[in-house]
């Protein structure tokens, strides 16, 4: 079993900027993949950027050059820096891993990007 607890959601401005933060506990042992998701009102969940043990990154389009993915291996804990924050980034944030071929999710932190 792993457990993932996402913070660091919010009310920020158009052009601002929020971090969040995904802390993994339990199996931990044999994650290599863990991702940041996001779903809007209305719509399906969508990958928004991923990130291997080694540090291999991958960004979803709408993202690319805003936001920035990384990890701390020694602390178990995943983080998305967002940059540029758009209204349409307006999204419940969930991370998400594979541990022995089983999905994990959290619970998800809602960013709210208004002004």
């Known amino acids: 079993q792993v457990q993932l607890v996402e913070s660091g959601g919010g009310l920020v401005q158009p052009g601002g900027s929020l971090r969040l933060s995904c802390a993994a506990s339990?199996?931990?042992?044999?994650?290599?993949?863990m991702a940041w998701y996001r779903q809007a009102p209305g719509k399906e969940r969508e990958l928004v950027a991923s990130i291997t043990s080694s540090g291999i990154t991958n960004y979803a389009d709408a993202v690319k050059g805003r936001f920035t993915i990384s990890r701390d291996n020694a602390k178990n804990t995943m983080y998305l820096q967002m940059n540029s924050l758009k209204p349409e980034d307006t999204a419940v944030y969930y991370c998400?891993?594979?541990?022995?071929?089983?999905?994990?999710w959290g619970k998800g932190t809602l960013v709210t990007v208004s002004s």
């Open positions: 339990g199996s931990i042992s044999s994650i290599n993949w």
């Open positions: 998400k891993t594979v541990s022995y071929r089983m999905s994990y």
